[in-house]
């Protein structure tokens, strides 16, 4: 415990912050299973829980949700990615934690000028015909405000929060160490590999500070759906973009958000949005493995023409070949009864501990009997991965970061789509893109091209492997070796009989010395017998019921 406190001296002030407000809202039991309360204690501050409780009866989830609240943004991006985490967490707190908001205070203009002035190089009156200063929104990491270039383009600037890198660098930093506290003091949750959620929400989170990975994936994902009529994403303008500037085009419309806080009023067909907003997303998973991970109402503008414009893409989901691949296989395997096949895949994902595999197979097969009689256009994924993660968390594993990744986004279409069209059907989408997908995975051209690629790997690094095979051993550094487990027990079965077999010619020597010895006249006499002659004797008796009892313990065994 010394050893964490002194690698968080420099972010104590923030650690007795969070130990303070966890207490305040009735978490003082965590505060204590953590270590938190004595390691602040060492460190000269302390955490006053006596004085706290006047409690409300407040369910323990609204409580953490709170808390998460009052420590700002970075603790509430980290409840917003743990309300997708259904693998790990209880329906009632996912479902709390959905509720996370970004309400971020707006940073006025004048503070947000010099940060502008670096970027831009000059001051942002001079390079834009116009700026509004008041923001059109402001989020906790970044602010949006409309711009206007010198040849008339309108375009939004999001400005990155002065000062926000510090504060979530400092707050990361928090949460590794709380981490392997956690680990340390609750062996419970080590099931959550807590260590390694830190290291993804750090990796995720440094991401959206860099508005440049975000203008990246825009274009990526406005490549991917070029094609698709109906949607658009807006152009970034990379004269002005940077780490901390992001210059994109601006769309004019109103939010699904916005359009649904007024009542749904006339003039959009809902329907039409939602099967749009639908197909795009699913298009983006099953077919270009690229998706907009975070596509709620505040994410999608309604458009003229019942066209549909997508906005912030700090948070995206990535899907690989193999993993859509294994996707479509647990699909199968439920359609079609292959309770082998659902065990074998959801093992390859899990992780975690050990695992009562039969106890498992009869968890899956009840998972099967629930979908039975059901086509693939009946099943509902955002169901199913709900499902799956419910299956998964009850035998203490968990799920890939991408697999729950996924179900986050699937859930968050599925209300969006609901939100705007009470009767969506969100299994009615999937089927039609999951089976184009499985052509797609099964398709001769598919199959010959990754073994061509595979054989192509092969042909590529074979001269240098077998270069510097020969190199091997030509200067005498090559060495053969094999790991044949019975046949390592196979030796030290020899090496046990051999040791045997020494001991008993060890102690035949004895026995036949002390006989010898016996018709030895002369030589010091104990009660009337030849001293080294019952030296001999005894210590033969001893060694031989010694190698007796090895002989008899080891046919036990």
């Given amino acids: 415990m010394l050893l964490e406190a002194l690698e968080t001296a420099r972010d104590l002030g923030r650690l007795n912050e969070v130990a ?21 204690r060492r460190a000269g501050r302390a955490v006053h829980i006596q004085a706290v409780e006047r409690l409300e009866p407040v369910p323990l989830p609204v409580r953490l949700r709170r808390a998460l609240e009052d420590l700002g943004p970075t603790y509430v991006k980290l409840g917003q990615l743990l309300a997708g985490r259904a693998d790990l967490l209880p329906g009632e707190y996912t479902e709390e934690l959905a509720k996370l908001q970004e309400e971020a205070r707006e940073v006025p203009w004048d503070e947000l000028r010099p940060q502008l002035v670096e970027d831009l190089g000059r001051a942002p009156e001079e390079v834009f015909a116009s700026v509004t200063p008041q923001p059109l929104a402001s989020a906790s990491i970044a602010q949006v405000h409309r711009a206007r270039l010198a040849d008339g383009t309108e375009v939004v600037l999001k400005v990155r929060r002065p000062g926000i890198a510090q504060v979530i660098e400092a707050d990361l930093r928090l949460f590794q160490r709380l981490a392997e506290l956690a680990e340390h003091e609750m062996p419970e949750l080590r099931t959550w590999r807590l260590r390694g959620l830190a290291r993804h929400f750090a990796r995720t989170i440094q991401s959206e500070l860099d508005l440049r990975v975000e203008a990246r994936y825009s274009e990526r994902i406005a490549t991917n759906l070029r094609d698709f009529k109906g949607v658009v994403v807006p152009r970034v303008h990379w004269s002005w973009t940077s780490e901390r500037l992001l210059v994109q085009d601006y769309l004019e419309g109103e939010s699904a958000a916005e359009w649904i806080r007024a009542g749904r009023p006339p003039g959009v067909d809902a329907r039409r949005i939602a099967a749009l907003g639908a197909d795009v997303v699913l298009k983006m998973v099953f077919i270009d493995g690229l998706y907009h991970a975070d596509p709620h109402a505040g994410n999608v503008l309604l458009l003229p023409g019942d066209s549909i414009g997508l906005l912030d893409f700090g948070m995206i989901g990535r899907l690989s070949d193999e993993r859509r691949a294994e996707f479509l296989r647990l699909m199968a395997a439920i359609v079609e009864r292959k309770e082998g096949d659902l065990v074998d895949l959801l093992l390859g994902w899990s992780t975690g501990g050990d695992v009562d595999t039969e106890l498992f197979t009869h968890d899956c097969l009840a998972f099967i009997d629930r979908y039975h009689g059901l086509t693939l256009a009946e ?115 020899l090496d046990r009989s051999a040791n045997r077999v020494t001991v008993g010619l060890v102690t035949s020597a004895l026995i036949v010395g002390t006989a010898i010895s016996l018709t030895v006249p002369g030589g010091p006499r104990l ?19 010694g190698l007796l009892w090895s002989i008899w313990r080891a046919g036990k065994h």
């Avoid at 509902?380 to 203490?396: C, I, M, Q, S």
């Avoid at 970061?401 to 009470?422: E, H, M, N, Q, Y």
């Avoid at 009660?527 to 019921?545: E, N």
Wanted: charged residues 20%; positive net charge.
């Fill in 379 to 493: 099943l509902d994924a955002t169901r199913l991965l709900a499902d799956v993660a419910g299956l998964v968390r009850e035998n203490h594993l968990s799920l890939p970061v991408d697999v729950s990744a996924l179900l986050k986004a699937f859930i968050t279409l599925d209300g969006l789509g609901r939100a705007l069209d009470p009767q969506f059907d969100m299994a009615s989408h999937v089927e039609p893109f999951a089976r184009q997908a499985m052509r797609r995975q099964t398709s001769p051209l598919t199959l010959l091209r990754r073994n061509v690629s595979g054989l192509e790997l092969l042909l590529r690094d074979l001269p240098r492997d077998v270069s510097r095979l020969l190199s091997s051993v030509r200067h005498g550094r090559f060495r053969l070796e094999f790991d044949i487990r019975r046949l390592e027990a196979f030796g030290h079965q």
């Fill in 20 to 40: 303070t407000v966890f207490v305040r809202h009735g978490l003082g039991d965590l505060v204590h299973r953590w270590g938190l309360a004595g390691l602040l």
């Fill in 527 to 545: 009660l009337g017998l030849p001293v080294f002659a019952t030296i001999g004797f005894v210590s033969s008796v001893v060694v031989g019921l």
